[in-house]
C-alpha cells in the first residue's frame, strides 16, 4: 500500500498571503488529522477530518482551515500568513477516528515545510 | 492538563541498550504511543500499549508502563546507528486526539 502523501513538500510564502496544503491518505483510511511542528511548540493538533465532516479542531485561530473530500483526500488552508506559521505540516490517516474506542494507529506523510517571509 | 514530558536528549554507545522516559499527566489515557522521526521525515509509529497492560514486547523494543505514576517508558535493546532520531510519546486522552510529548533525540555513537 501507498503510504500518505503530502504536497506540496516545500513552500515559501510572503506574509499576508494564503496557502492550501494537500494531504493523500492511506487507501482505505478515513480519518486525516493535521498537526502543526515547530522546535519551539512542538507537535500542536490542528484538526481531524473523517468521512468529510471535522470531527475535533485543535487551538488554533480560525485562518486555519481544512476539509476532506469524498474520496478522503484532505486539504489544509492557512489564510493571510503570519511569519509564526513558518513550520512543518504534518498530515496523519487512519483507519478509524480518534472517537472510535480502540488503537487510533495514526501514519504520517513526510510533512510539508512552510516557510513565511 | 494534557502535558506530555519527555527528557531531550540522549546519548548511548552503539550495541548498548536505551531508555527514553515520558510521563503524562491525563489519566483517563486509554493508549499511549512511541513515535520515532529522523530528519527531514515524518513520524514513523514505532509501537503502542493499551492502559490496562504494564508491558508490551516487540523485537528490540520494550514498553513498561505505569500507570499510577503515569510514567512510560521504551527500551531499545541492541541500539545501532539506525536508531539515531527523535522519538516522540504520545498519549490517546480524554480529548478524543493525541497529545505528544516534546521529543527526546538520541544519539547512538560508534
Known amino acids: 500500500k501507498a503510504g500518505v502523501t503530502q504536497t506540496p513538500r516545500y513552500l515559501i510564502k510572503t506574509r499576508g498571503q494564503q496557502v492550501t496544503l494537500s494531504c493523500s491518505p492511506i487507501s482505505g483510511h478515513r480519518s486525516v488529522s493535521w498537526y502543526q511542528q515547530t522546535p519551539g511548540q512542538g507537535l500542536q493538533f490542528l484538526f481531524e477530518y473523517f468521512s468529510e465532516t471535522q470531527r475535533n479542531k485543535g487551538n488554533f485561530p480560525g485562518r486555519f482551515s481544512g476539509r476532506q473530500f469524498s474520496n478522503s483526500r484532505s486539504e489544509m488552508n492557512v489564510s493571510t500568513l503570519e511569519l509564526g506559521d513558518s513550520a512543518l505540516y504534518l498530515c496523519?490517516?487512519?483507519?478509524?477516528?480518534?472517537?472510535?474506542?480502540?488503537?487510533?494507529?495514526?501514519?504520517f506523510g513526510p510533512g510539508t515545510r512552510l516557510t513565511v517571509t | 492538563g494534557e502535558d506530555v514530558e519527555q527528557s531531550l536528549f540522549l546519548s548511548v554507545r552503539e550495541g548498548d541498550s536505551s531508555v527514553i522516559n515520558c510521563t503524562y499527566t491525563?489519566?483517563?489515557?486509554?493508549?499511549l504511543y512511541w513515535y520515532k522521526q529522523e530528519p527531514g521525515a515524518g513520524l514513523q509509529l514505532l509501537t503502542y500499549?493499551?492502559?490496562?497492560?504494564d508491558m508490551k514486547q516487540d523485537q528490540r523494543l520494550t514498553v513498561l508502563l505505569n500507570k499510577k505514576d503515569k510514567h512510560l517508558s521504551l527500551r531499545i535493546a541492541d541500539t545501532q546507528t539506525g536508531d539515531s532520531a527523535i522519538y516522540f510519546c504520545?498519549?490517546?486522552?480524554?480529548?478524543?486526539?493525541?497529545?505528544f510529548g516534546t521529543g527526546t533525540q538520541l544519539k547512538v555513537e560508534l
Open positions: 500499549i493499551f492502559s490496562n497492560m
Open positions: 504520545a498519549e490517546k486522552g480524554g480529548g478524543n486526539k493525541l497529545t
Open positions: 496523519a490517516s487512519s483507519p478509524l477516528s480518534a472517537y472510535n474506542q480502540g488503537a487510533y494507529e495514526q501514519y
Open positions: 491525563d489519566s483517563s489515557s486509554t493508549y
